[in-house]
């Protein structure tokens, strides 16, 4: 986390949010409270979760002004009830109620995403199944996504389409044939000198018997395969390649998918759909000067 924290990519997005959201200026903060006026808060958890984001929003609070001191009083991953305070701030008022909003905004949504993955990370236990992300994620918050994703203990998938080849159900579509696609890429990546893991999507048992005949392949995926053709999908491989289950699951039924013998479970839910998790910002006046 630390790393990633000093990524130039991080730095914009949190430029980007500020700037969204603060604009030309605060006018509420800045016609209510006057700039000599120090206070503290507390980021306040108002339910039970997994806590995610709190390196982000330190730097939020940073970027807005560097008088500002922020302390964490838990840890990114860790799993707290309603009324843990997960951090404190410090210095200027004015300066704390600007970076409020954007702060919660990001710790929110990764708490949520990290909550909602947990679950389903908890729910597998015990089997070999790896609970993953898709590209389902909000436009230019990718990053956080997934690495809230790896705080709740899931793993990525492909970052962009760029770093794995996925040959999905269009692309087969487009090249005539699941064959045909395979043998194309396969063409493409060698005489291109591009060395990259081969997924290949798959809608029955006869479209993974023709997949197998290609050595180069790195992961099927089972593409919205019953629980039944999963489970002879798992044998047909028969550890040639890893297998990736996708489509339709949810909390209800992603054990039995993971009881067919899968290595991963991909649910794009984990970024889609997330609901964010409850934590508010608490400030009290400390002082009428700095």
Known sequence: ??????????????????????????????????????????????????????????????????????????????????????????????????????????????????????????????????????????????????LAVKIGGGVNHRFGLDDMVLIKDNHIEAAGGISKAIEKCLNYLNASSIKLKIEVETKNLDEIREALKFSGIHRIMLDNFSINEMTKAVILISGKVEVEASGNVNIYNVLQIAETGVDYISIGALTHSVRSLDISLNVKTRSTSK
């Open 1 to 146: 986390m630390t790393d990633l924290l000093n990524d130039s990519r991080i730095s914009r997005i949190i430029q980007e949010a500020l700037s969204e959201d603060i604009g030309l200026g605060d006018i509420t903060t800045e016609s209510i409270v006057e700039s000599d006026i120090s206070g503290d808060a507390e980021l306040l958890v108002k339910e039970t979760g997994v806590i995610a984001g709190l390196g982000l929003a330190s730097l939020v609070f940073q970027f807005v002004d560097p008088e500002i001191t922020f302390k964490k009083t838990t840890n990114d991953g860790a799993y707290v009830q309603a009324g843990t305070v997960a951090g404190t701030i410090a210095g200027p008022l004015a300066s704390i109620l600007k970076a409020e909003r954007t702060a919660l905004n990001f710790m929110q949504r990764m708490s949520g995403i990290a909550t909602l993955t947990r679950q389903f990370v908890g729910a597998v236990a015990g089997t070999r199944a790896k609970i993953t992300d898709t590209r389902k994620t909000a436009p230019g918050m990718r990053l956080l996504d997934k």
